[in-house]
């Protein structure tokens, strides 16, 4: 099976940085992506990581460490539109079928 | 383009009765899916489609049916409501070769 572990909630200020982890257990594993979803909100992609290193698009970044089942998220410069939910996934193969199995989500309350 | 649309919004059904939530996408995407989303839990499949006439179960596919006969529309069936489906459902889409999904705004269901 697998098992997808983030923080439940976390605050930060306007204008910082904050990292939301996500560690996860897996076989078979194929890449992981990060989606946003604000309260209420379908969930909108923001990355998928595949190999090991740090991506970076505009503000948000995305780290994987496929050795040790290991992500970050990493917001800068936050605005307080970036309180949402941010959600860490995992796509491994299956038995031939590529899953995706989501964690529960951490919830980011940007405060000013 | 649309992107993906669902209906309806909201909707509350007593146990024991079936309806249909509607999922489409003007995207002419092959992939479409069909989550649901529960308080502490992250989201979860029900059943999936690769293409029009072709679909599987995915991780609680119990209680519930899907169809593909177009590109277009994926809709899920609900057969005889039970109080443990009260959830947010999310239809998504993809395009063969991408990894990124779009979500549908959700179908708020409740059954009492």
């Known amino acids: 099976g697998q098992n997808i572990d983030q923080p439940t909630e976390m605050t930060a200020t306007e204008g910082a940085i904050v990292q939301i982890n996500c560690t996860y257990q897996t076989s078979g594993f194929n890449g992981l992506f990060w989606y946003q979803q604000h309260a209420g909100e379908a969930p909108t992609f923001l990355s998928y990581?595949?190999?090991?290193g740090l991506e970076e698009k505009g503000r948000f970044s995305s780290f994987l460490s496929r050795s040790k089942g290991y992500s970050y998220l990493l917001l800068k410069e936050l605005q307080m539109k970036d309180s949402a939910s941010y959600l860490c996934?995992?796509?491994?193969?299956?038995?031939?079928?590529?899953?995706?199995?989501f964690g529960i989500g951490t919830k980011l309350q940007v405060i000013p | 383009n649309a992107g993906v649309t669902q209906t309806p919004k909201f909707q509350v059904l007593k146990t024991g009765q079936s309806m249909t939530l509607q999922c489409a996408q003007d995207m002419n995407h092959e992939y479409m899916s069909w989550y649901r989303q529960d308080p502490g839990m992250g989201l979860r499949l029900i059943h999936y489609s690769v293409g029009a006439g072709i679909t599987d179960q995915g991780e609680v596919p119990n209680g519930y049916n899907v169809s593909r006969s177009t590109t277009e529309d994926f809709p899920l069936r609900l057969l005889s409501a039970a109080p443990s489906q009260t959830s947010v459902y999310f239809c998504?889409?993809?395009?063969?070769?991408?990894?990124?999904?779009?979500f549908g705004p959700g179908t708020r269901l409740t059954v009492t």
């Open positions: 996934a995992v796509r491994a193969d299956s038995g031939g079928y590529q899953k995706v199995t």
């Open positions: 990581n595949v190999l090991d």
């Open positions: 998504a889409s993809r395009t063969h070769g991408s990894y990124e999904q779009y």
